[in-house]
């Protein structure tokens, strides 16, 4: 299972950032491979000052050995070894019409000293932030996610999209991150679903990505916009920002576990805003946006 | 003592606001005054825009009530009452050629249900962060911390000098935050130091602030500087960014125990940068920062 995935995840990192270039137009992903001291590596790409994307990331990694102490007592298991695959992505697009996206797929097998697997599951999920709101691009990426989860369990969309909302939110401020997606996490066999179901269903997740989210850059990308909304953007990525640094617990595992720095923080937006005690002017498109964020909405009619 | 102290930090915060905005000469501060629903409240006070300071805070707070949960799993300690004021304030200059600084100074009182102190202590210290560094400024600033402590024990400076370089390290990325000066906690009655005259090493710290700092800002407000070296700061700004997002406990001790979050997150500068893998050129000025971050440095012939 664990080559099967990995081989996966490097082809649709090929397949993602050649498509994103192809948008783009203009900058390339530039690749860094590394290595981990301990076991395994990865293979880093990121693109910066494009036409259309400021800075992104879409990064492969594949790392094991001994599971270290912090995740030990994390997993509240003993002196295990791992193995951890994943691709993981952000994209900070420069117009503030063209929304932010992430997304992540992953998978985990724990062994014991023999070198059997006592534990593996998968996770990921795909999720959106828009800066300014078109409800038809959030009813389509929803729409995309839905398909997509109905395919393999009908009750799967209603679920993974409410654990995005939960997720993906800056308690801090009571607001979310974004307009949400998908989130699911610890996906072992079980009675309904075996390792291989689950690797049809988070793999066709995967394959709905450019779908998702390239029909929605292609049709806002060419909008003008005005500094004052680019300053909106800015503002709105420091609460990304905040995210990612202070609840995130990928972002937070990974530099505490020492991670490669540059990889895992390439999520990060090229330009930030902090104003102190920003509000949008009322009912402004601004303030619109924070009424979402503030209170998650229904984009598809789940009957 | 507690009304002491809080008279103290409060005609404190008027020395520095309007010492700061007679530098400044353009933007005032906007004073904020807000209540907490369990006890207490504050005086938040933030400049924006200057000609000098493009964003910073000095605030003060008073708070009491009921310990909370996650405060007293922190401290280790059941459900007692507390009150806690200090000042807080974060600087961050436009000009990359003046560093930014940051300064507390706190105290914190513990009682049983009945009323009686169990506990009490005081905090604080000051710190700064240059983006280009000038060894003259950092002599200087450091050695006015050494003078106020001198004044109360021969040991204070190089034992809080060395916690100041050990706590504002991002150790995600092995380096400090900036170029260090005091931070001390805890500071409770004992064979040595009475309540009184730790107050009294507190205020003589609390009192060295505009004179360790306002000078540097003077010396270097007007040296011109390009847009290369804005970036740099920039840049440099996101590291701080990282740390009182991740590390700083203060930061996400508010940010969990429901502070007020815009006078907390003031603290972040206004304009930040986030560049994929930047290493500054080999023999820079840029680089001989990061080399001095890497390596603490003694500022002062401690003899």
Redo the contacts between chains.
């Keep these: 299972m664990k080559e099967k995935f990995y081989n996966y995840i490097e082809h649709l990192q090929d397949q993602i950032t050649s498509k994103l270039e192809e948008i783009d137009g203009k900058a390339k992903f530039?690749e860094?491979l590394w290595t981990r001291s301990e076991g395994g590596g990865g293979r880093t790409r990121?693109i910066?000052n494009g036409n259309v994307f400021e800075?992104g990331?879409v990064n492969i990694s594949k790392v094991h050995g001994p599971l270290p102490k912090t995740m030990q007592s994390y997993f509240n298991v003993g002196d295990v070894d791992f193995f951890a695959c994943g691709l993981s992505l952000v994209i900070h697009p420069k117009s503030p019409m063209v929304p932010t996206v992430h997304a992540n797929w992953r998978y985990f097998e724990m062994y014991d000293k023999e070198g059997t697997i006592v534990d593996q599951w998968f996770g990921g999920g795909q999720d959106l932030t828009p800066y300014y709101l078109f409800e038809e691009d959030a009813v389509h990426f929803h729409s995309v996610c839905k398909t997509a989860c109905d395919k393999h369990n009908k009750t799967f969309y209603d679920d993974y999209k409410k654990r995005c909302d939960e997720y993906f939110y800056n308690s801090?401020?009571d607001e979310a991150r974004g307009i949400g997606g998908l989130f699911f996490d610890y996906c072992k066999a079980d009675d309904t679903m075996t390792m291989p179901q689950w690797y049809a269903f988070v793999t066709e997740v995967g394959d709905s990505f450019l779908e998702a989210y390239t029909p929605i850059v292609e049709k806002r990308k060419n909008l003008p916009y005005t500094k004052a909304q680019r300053d909106w953007q800015e503002i709105r990525r420091?609460r990304y920002?905040?995210f990612n640094?202070?609840h995130d617990k990928g972002t937070?595992f990974g530099?505490?576990t020492n991670g490669r720095?540059?990889s895992i923080?390439?999520s990060?937006?090229?330009?930030?805003?902090?104003?102190?005690?920003h509000h949008p002017a009322p009912n402004s498109k601004e303030e619109q946006l924070i009424e979402v964020l503030k209170n998650p909405v229904e984009w598809i009619d789940s009957a």
Tied chains: 1, 2.
Aim: charge should be neutral; glycine fraction near 6%; hydrophobic fraction near 45%.
């Design positions: 530039k860094d990121v910066q800075k990331g801090h401020r420091g920002v905040e640094l202070v937070l530099l505490k720095i540059e923080l390439m990060l937006p090229a330009h930030v805003q902090w104003v102190y005690d």
